[in-house]
Structures are given as structure tokens and as C-alpha cells.
């Protein structure tokens, strides 16, 4: 499974858009970009699914380069309830027994 | 999207005692579920791998003797700590996929306390 890199913590004032950028430089032809949140106490929530060009849904953006080296998470306007920890995953899409694996994430904190 | 179910959400033991957590999922037959472990301000560790009717893989350091994992059928997944010690207490997370589900889903998680 490809590596990821992403910033440990990241602060934001309400109402600004967000960008979290994760490095992947050993992805691999199959592996699709997936953005996970978690909140204190809760599991993770799936976010946003690429594997290239751009991505959008009702809660985020995914800005993924030629290369696919690196992947961007774009939270548009963050709310106080937008703090949590965002995990960025690199794998096949349908890996039937292969499991994600977690990096550390980054840490969002929005204040008011 | 797909849900995923765990009970219960909160559980406290004495140290000694056994605890089974389920996990299940709701609209969609899960043929492999996953197990995690979080410790505060840390990040989700894999303790294993289950597919329906088979044994568990478990991760390494993970002992499988301890942490018995159940995939009975394909909606319910059951993880039982045995003899429940204070280092045990964490936050315990289920996953599932299944045939036509490409993200890994997962539950919100069990808080055991080990007293």
C-alpha cells in the first residue's frame, strides 16, 4: 500500500476554505485517493473518493495532479463543526480483503 | 451510503471479565469486516481481518487468543475481549465491505473501560 503523507495539524477561522494536501509518491496505477473524517468518539466517515483530474460532492473537493503523487482536500467555508481529524488513504478500489491502512491524518481545528 | 452498526457504544468491565462487542452491517451483506483499536489522539491500528465463515487474520502483536473474532454471518461480526485488563481500555472500531461495496464503512465505535 502506497505511503501517505500529510500535515500533523492544521488551525482555520470560520468561514474559510480549507486545503489539506497528502503526498503519495509511491501510488500505484491502481489505487484510488480516499479522504476520511473523524470526529472524537465516532469512527470514520468517508468523505471523498479520486483517482484522478478533479473530484466534488456536497462536502468537499479533491484536486488530484497528472502525477498523482499528491491529492489536495478542499473543505470549502469550515464551520467549528468541520474540526476533526482528516485521514487521506491510498488504495485499490475494490480490495475485498486488503484493509485500509491510517496514517496519522491532520488534525483541523476551526475557530470562531 | 452503506451503515454500519456496533453495540454497544460505551462498556465498562472489571479487569478479569469478558466483553463482546457486535458489529453489523445494516443494508449490505458484509463479506469482510475489519477490527481496529484507537488509543486517544492517536490514529486507527488494524488488529484484524475477518471474512464470512472463515477464521480471522489478525495483525501482528495482535493476540488472537485475547481478541476472539466471530464473522458468523454476513451482517454480524462479534469481537470479544477475554480477561480484560486496564490496557485494554480503547476505543474499538468495526469496518465492513461487501461485494458491491467499494469503501470500506465504518461503525462509531465502542468505548471499553477496564476498571
Known amino acids: 500500500l502506497a505511503k501517505t503523507t500529510q500535515p500533523i495539524s492544521m488551525d482555520s477561522y470560520e468561514g474559510q476554505e480549507v486545503n489539506i494536501t497528502c503526498s503519495h509518491n509511491n501510488i500505484a496505477t491502481n489505487d484510488y485517493i480516499t479522504w476520511y473524517q473523524q470526529f472524537p468518539s465516532q469512527g470514520p466517515r468517508f468523505i471523498i473518493q479520486?483517482?484522478?483530474t478533479k473530484v466534488t460532492n456536497e462536502v468537499a473537493s479533491l484536486f488530484i495532479p497528472a502525477d498523482r503523487k499528491s491529492s489536495t482536500l478542499s473543505l470549502p467555508r469550515v464551520s467549528l463543526s468541520d474540526t476533526a481529524v482528516y485521514y487521506c488513504l491510498v488504495g485499490e478500489r475494490n480490495s475485498g480483503n486488503t484493509p485500509l491502512v491510517f496514517g496519522k491524518g491532520t488534525r483541523l481545528s476551526v475557530i470562531a | 451510503g452503506a451503515v454500519v452498526s456496533q453495540h454497544p457504544s460505551r462498556v465498562i468491565c472489571k479487569s478479569g471479565t469478558s466483553v463482546k462487542i457486535e458489529c453489523r452491517s445494516l443494508d449490505f451483506q458484509a463479506t469482510t469486516m475489519f477490527w481496529y483499536r484507537q488509543f486517544p489522539k492517536k490514529s486507527l491500528m488494524l488488529m484484524a481481518t475477518s471474512n464470512e465463515g472463515s477464521k480471522a487474520t489478525y495483525e501482528q502483536g495482535v493476540e488472537k487468543d485475547k481478541f476472539l473474532i466471530n464473522h458468523a454471518s454476513l451482517t454480524l461480526s462479534t469481537l470479544t475481549v477475554t480477561s480484560a485488563h486496564p490496557e485494554d481500555s480503547s476505543f474499538y472500531i468495526c469496518s465492513a465491505r461487501g461485494r458491491t461495496v467499494y469503501e470500506q464503512y465504518f461503525g462509531p465505535g465502542t468505548r471499553l473501560t477496564v476498571t
Open positions: 479520486g483517482y484522478k
